[in-house]
């Protein structure tokens, strides 16, 4: 039997795994589902537990890959979905690590957000640090806060809302939705910095309305094994569609965070 191409968690949610190598595997992560949870009462949306209980359990997707142990590298916010990584060993997680840490991961996001901005792109370098005044929330703090340094694009404007990439040089938390917060142009359905009151511009449907439009689509890195590049991509059809910028689909090239970010490289030399 083919091992599956995606995991399989105990309530039945299967997660499409996007790349794997002996190091590392790459899902497309779900929203709704937590790294780090806030409360006891979402603990059964910790998505790390779950994997952990799966591979205990035997779960044919990690027993067909002998699969023993697998760990997050980075985080992603429980209602953010796409790329997100995990290690396959300690080692692989300290490796992996340095790379976040050493900024030699390229990460790039799909942004809905709120309005239309006046600039096609600009770097938010707003430094970061956390709200005293409510737990979990995160806010510009000139004074205290840590260097922070988004790079933005509009990749399509609308009057309502527009769709952006957002390329992350440092790993903050809600970095993005912080900084778009700070740019006068919050991310759409964000409770925590925006409202979820303004939606996609097209037409809206029941998952969409209350879904955060932030999706991890890129990462890209050297194997601090190998040495090879690697590539990997979310797909983004869906969530185009869900936030009405199902047009983009039609245009050759038009929202490619690769061909996006290879553009910008070249601009960079």
Known sequence: ???????????????????????????????????????????????????????????????????????????????????LLFARSQGAVDSYGRLFESRQMEKAYLVVAQGTPKQTAWICREPIGPDPHQIGRMQVDRREGKESETHFKVLQAGTKTSLLEARPVTGRTHQIRVHLLASGHPVVGDELYGTAAGQAGGKKNSRSQNRLGLRSVFLAYTDPFSKRRVKIEAPTEEFLREFGFAQMLSSPGAGSIDSTSRSRDAEAR
Request: glycine share 8%; net charge positive.
């Open 1 to 83: 039997m083919p091992k599956p191409c995606h995991i399989e968690l105990a309530d039945g949610t299967l997660i499409p795994i996007l790349h794997e190598d002996r190091s590392v595997i790459a899902i497309d992560k779900p929203p709704g589902w937590m790294l780090v949870p806030h409360s006891w009462q979402k603990t059964n949306r910790n998505l790390q537990a779950a994997i952990v209980s799966s591979i205990a359990a035997g779960d044919y997707w990690a027993r067909s890959r002998g699969v023993k142990f697998l760990r997050h590298v980075h985080r992603l916010d429980g209602e953010t979905s796409g790329v």
